[in-house]
T-cell receptor
């Protein structure tokens, strides 16, 4: 049973555009929702994270929107750049566990 | 070192052989994780170590897989009698401690790519 569903599997965006990646979860006990960015040949690295007490978190061009009632959260990349081309993973974990469950990833390509 | 170090970076082995993958976490990080990443797939949790507590082995796919962590630092993932479906990138991550538990942020190594012929 996939606990975190991520879409789309791949995404192509023009430079300057907005990239949007969505995730949905099933377990209402989840209380920590990070996004990781992975470049080819490298390990994933934490990009931004949110807890369910807020509906939005912004760091530079990256924003997480969180909808607790719908059990969904999304990553928005504003003014997308070719350097943003990477695979993005959403994840979720529950208090006391700290073992994140990852989505299957989204391959983002930003064309110059 | 400054980050999580994994070795070997690449390993090619024959079906039926045993392999050992090593992870050296960031100094001071008490939590250590192993994940498996297959082509086109997400990150599959394998095992989690937190301090001196018993490891969470709930993600190990079969009894051919085992892991240990010595002295609360270096970890070794062992795969016995390797099969072709074991081919994947094995990622290790560590996490700092806050309030007695992992903070939630994982710091990943670059992975060990395993190819079973």
């Amino acid at each position: 049973q996939q606990q975190v569903k991520q879409s789309p599997q791949s995404l192509i965006v023009q430079k300057g555009g907005i990239s949007i990646i969505n995730c949905a979860y099933e377990n209402t006990a989840f209380d920590y929702f990070p996004w990781y960015q992975q470049f080819p040949g490298k390990g994933p690295a934490l990009l931004i994270a949110i807890r369910p007490d807020v509906s939005e978190k912004k760091e530079g061009r990256f924003t997480i929107s969180f909808n607790k009632s719908a059990k969904q959260f999304s990553l928005h990349i504003m003014d997308s750049q070719p350097g943003d081309s990477a695979t993005y993973f959403c994840a979720a974990s529950k208090g006391g566990s700290y073992i994140p469950t990852f989505g299957r990833g989204t391959s983002l390509i930003v064309h110059p | 070192g400054a980050g999580v170090s994994q070795s070997p970076s690449n390993k090619v082995t024959e079906k039926g052989k045993d392999v050992e993958l090593r992870c050296d976490p960031i100094s001071g990080h008490t939590a250590l994780y192993w994940y498996r990443q297959s082509l086109g797939q997400g990150l599959e949790f394998l095992i989690y170590f937190q301090g001196n507590s018993a490891p969470d082995k709930s993600g190990l796919p079969s009894d051919r897989f085992s892991a240990e962590r010595t002295g609360g630092s270096v970890s070794t993932l062992t795969i016995q009698r390797t099969q072709q479906e074991d081919s994947a990138v094995y990622l290790c991550a560590s996490s700092p401690r806050w309030g007695g538990r992992s903070t939630g942020e994982l710091f990943f190594g670059e992975g060990s790519r395993l190819t079973v012929l």
